[in-house]
């Protein structure tokens, strides 16, 4: 490839370079000073005989002649460079060229040729790189890692990901192309290491927006859930990450090749399911309170005793407790109002119970009634009658469990209901003398403690 309107060279025959004049380097020096104009040549400094020059190149190799050498296969090869190889051969020559300027003493008698070629040479160097950058293979490779690198970075879903992906496999491909003679090999392995390494990460990403990898994703998140999950709302939550699982594992075709790993997961998926609306079901509000109402009513049917009323009053208000909590949202909600109406009125009924059957509550009014007919007692009947009361109440209080609210005041009501009964028995013992009591209405037990 000619470059007449860049190439430093154009126009120099090999004549006027000298090439078949290897006894005369001044020729030559006086091509890379000013082509083949002699005149400059000889403005330019006083040089030696070129018997002398050639006489000391051949007892001690000249740099100056070396130099030229150089720049000679550096002017030669521009003008057919075409390829990034041929420019890095250029580029090597100029530099070589530049390098044997530079180790020209101050003593030496080319010293100022020497000096004077450096900026020009430096000048092609500085040219041929230019034309190495313009075909330099690895500029397309980085280009298309730094266009791969932004595609990554703003990715959000599959279509990023898949940009992404080709961009890395493209920069990864244009740097296979590039030889080990490549003057910066090194640096090619640190990026096909580094590029491949992105191009896993992408891959990877990619992978998520399979379908098989997001139902397992999302059976993943059901797992981490159900391991703090407590209240029924939390196992709903669960519940429907099984069931987005199980439809993103139903939804891959037969012919894709993740079929055959989704296909065992799916059974495996549905038992969790089904043991999560277990859980819900345990925890569901309005079946809580179902079981609690059905429990109260079985227990009705044989409480006699105010610990076993005490036990249907305690199921009634679980049931209520849970039919209170049941949301407006819940499919049996309007059931729950009802239920929740009904099991308040047996509630209460319940709690009448409790008291009717409450040993200690009895005890008082059965003592209530044993005051009251103290104050109207007027004859041997009434006594026994009153006597009758008063045992009564004592035997109630003597029933009392320790676990009653009450039970501290046992005692004191015993001892009070004992002097009241012994009170009446002997009223009743007055009777059955001749004379009965001249005051029988009168008596000290009308204000004896309930």
Not at 218 to 226: I, V
Not at 435 to 446: D, E, Q, R, V
């Amino acid at each position: 490839m000619q470059l007449p309107s860049m190439s430093p060279f154009h126009g120099i025959s090999p004549a006027c370079l000298g090439v078949s004049l290897p006894t005369i380097p001044i020729a030559l020096l006086a091509v890379m000073i000013a082509g083949c104009n002699p005149s400059i040549l000889f403005t330019a400094t006083a040089a030696p005989p070129a018997e002398s020059i050639s006489e000391s190149a051949e007892e001690n190799p000249n740099p100056v002649s070396q130099a030229i050498a150089q720049a000679t296969s550096a002017a030669n090869l521009t003008q057919t460079a075409a390829t990034w190889e041929e420019w890095d051969r250029v580029i090597q020559h100029w530099q070589e060229a530049i390098a044997r300027l530079k180790t020209v003493s101050i003593e030496h008698p080319h010293r100022d040729f020497a000096q004077t070629r450096l900026p020009v040479y430096q000048k092609n160097l500085t040219y041929a790189r230019q034309q190495f950058d313009r075909l330099d293979p690895l500029k397309p490779a980085l280009t298309k890692g730094g266009q791969a690198s932004q595609r990554t970075r703003v990715a959000v879903d599959k279509r990023d990901w898949d940009e992404g992906v080709q961009a890395w496999e493209d920069a990864l491909a244009q740097l296979q192309i590039i030889p080990p003679t490549y003057p910066q090999y090194s640096l090619v392995q640190q990026k096909r290491v580094e590029y491949q390494r992105n191009l896993t990460f992408s891959q990877q990403q990619l992978l998520q927006f399979h379908p098989f990898y997001q139902g397992m994703a999302k059976a993943e998140e059901a797992k981490q859930r159900a391991e703090t999950a407590s209240t029924m709302e939390q196992w709903e939550s669960v519940a429907l990450l099984w069931k987005q699982a199980i439809a993103i594992l139903v939804s891959i075709s037969p012919d894709d090749d993740k079929a055959i790993l989704a296909a065992p997961k799916i059974p495996e998926y549905e038992s969790h399911l089904t043991q999560v609306h277990q859980k819900i079901a345990q925890l569901d509000p309005y079946n809580r309170a179902v079981a609690q109402i059905e429990s109260a009513r079985k227990l009705e049917k044989t409480a006699n005793s105010m610990g076993e009323w005490e036990a249907v009053r305690g199921e009634w208000q679980k049931a209520i407790a849970h039919l209170s909590s049941v949301p407006a949202s819940h499919s049996q909600s309007a059931l729950a109002e009802q239920l929740l109406a009904e099991s308040q009125l047996n509630l209460t009924y319940a709690g009448q119970q409790v008291r009717q059957t409450d040993p200690f509550e009895r005890a008082v009014a059965t003592a209530e009634t044993a005051s009251q007919l103290t104050k109207s007692a007027f004859s041997l009947y009434d006594w026994n009658a009153i006597a009758s009361q008063w045992q009564e109440a004592i035997a109630l209080l003597q029933t009392v469990p320790p676990s009653h609210r009450k039970h501290p005041l046992v005692a004191q009501k015993i001892t009070a209901y004992q002097t009241a009964l012994d009170h009446a028995i002997q009223q009743s013992q007055q009777w059955l003398q001749p004379f009965p009591p001249s005051s029988p209405g009168k008596n000290s037990l009308a204000k004896t403690p309930l």
